[in-house]
């Protein structure tokens, strides 16, 4: 249940980050609120699973277990906090309208802590935060209309048919492509067809950690129409080419 958690610390930071492979991250004592101003970033947990990419607004609670996959370079601004309530009992990413005025808070949050530690402003601008994203992880905002959410539920059965478009699921919802699109960005973090190249990527990843399947065959197992396809896909998302991965 969403609630204004009563913050005890916080620390502000900005962090360049570059393109690396899955890593996994036991859960940490915080609580951690990010804008990202750059890059994309894969992150799966709590039953979560979204990208997050420049513009948006990126939670994530104390004692959660999750991976993330850096794809792209990048930087973001975080604020780390410790609460005795978390803002959302999952991970969650949202992208605000406002994002100028989230930067300028986290900006100037981030010169002040560097400065003068964790004082009374440092507070003041992490109340501020909260409640600039309070609105933004309400239900209404989080969780999508149930034909959408049928719509992924069918896509993520499907989701290794080659023949799979991103038409024929704006059709199953009903509404447009262009609408869907947008609406599925909205609620699940990445585009449709990100999506499906993420869930492919990891299935593929499984397949050739088992040493079992040639690249060929991985590459028709996951929904990909060619393997020279597949290995340039999966070389740009993992940074190691599908030979590489199996023999690593």
Same mark, same amino acid.
């Given at each position: 249940?969403?609630?204004?958690?009563?913050?005890?610390?916080?620390?502000?930071?900005?962090?360049?980050?570059?393109?690396?492979?899955?890593?996994?991250?036991?859960?940490?004592?915080?609580?951690? #609120? &990010?804008?990202?101003?750059?890059?994309?970033?894969? +992150?799966?947990?709590?039953?979560? *699973? /979204? !990208?997050? %990419?420049?513009?948006?607004?990126?939670?994530?609670?104390?004692?959660?277990?999750?991976?993330?996959?850096?794809?792209?370079?990048?930087?973001?601004?975080?604020?780390?906090?410790?609460?005795?309530?978390?803002?959302?009992?999952?991970?969650?990413?949202?992208?605000?309208?406002?994002?100028?005025?989230?930067?300028?808070?986290?900006?100037?949050?981030?010169?002040?802590?560097?400065?003068?530690?964790?004082? #009374? &402003?440092?507070?003041?601008?992490?109340?501020?935060? +909260?409640?600039?994203?309070?609105? *933004? /992880? !309400?239900? %209404?905002?989080?969780?999508?209309?149930?034909?959408?959410?049928?719509?992924?539920?069918?896509?993520?059965?499907?989701?290794?048919?080659?023949?799979?478009?991103?038409?024929?699921?704006?059709?199953?919802?009903?509404?447009?492509?262009?609408?869907?699109?947008?609406?599925?960005?909205?609620?699940?973090?990445?585009?449709?067809?990100?999506?499906?190249?993420?869930?492919?990527?990891?299935?593929?990843?499984? #397949?050739?950690?088992?040493?079992?399947?040639?690249?060929?065959?991985?590459?028709?197992?996951?929904? /990909?129409?060619?393997?020279?396809?597949?290995?340039?896909?999966?070389?740009?998302?993992?940074?190691?080419?599908?030979?590489?991965?199996?023999?690593?």
């Amino acid at each position: 249940m969403l609630s204004t958690p009563i913050l005890e610390r916080v620390q502000f930071m900005r962090t360049d980050y570059q393109k690396k492979p899955l890593v996994s991250v036991a859960g940490r004592p915080l609580h951690s #609120l &990010t804008l990202r101003k750059s890059g994309k970033v894969m +992150l799966a947990g709590g039953g979560a *699973l /979204f !990208t997050s %990419e420049a513009g948006s607004l990126t939670y994530v609670p104390a004692g959660c277990d999750y991976h993330t996959e850096i794809l792209e370079d990048g930087f973001m601004y975080t604020m780390h906090f410790y609460a005795q309530s978390p803002l959302l009992d999952v991970p969650a990413t949202v992208t605000p309208a406002f994002s100028l005025a989230l930067e300028n808070l986290f900006s100037g949050a981030v010169t002040h802590y560097a400065a003068n530690g964790c004082d #009374l &402003t440092t507070f003041s601008f992490a109340y501020q935060l +909260l409640s600039a994203a309070y609105p *933004l /992880f !309400t239900p %209404e905002q989080r969780f999508p209309p149930r034909r959408l959410r049928e719509c992924k539920k069918f896509l993520d059965d499907h989701f290794t048919d080659s023949a799979m478009r991103v038409s024929t699921l704006a059709q199953r919802c009903g509404i447009s492509e262009v609408y869907f699109r947008r609406e599925f960005k909205k609620f699940y973090g990445a585009t449709p067809l990100e999506y499906i190249k993420k869930r492919r990527i990891e299935l593929a990843k499984m #397949l050739l950690e088992t040493g079992l399947y040639s690249v060929t065959e991985v590459a028709f197992r996951t929904g /990909f129409e060619n393997s020279s396809y597949f290995s340039a896909e999966f070389s740009r998302t993992v940074g190691k080419s599908p030979k590489e991965y199996r023999n690593a």
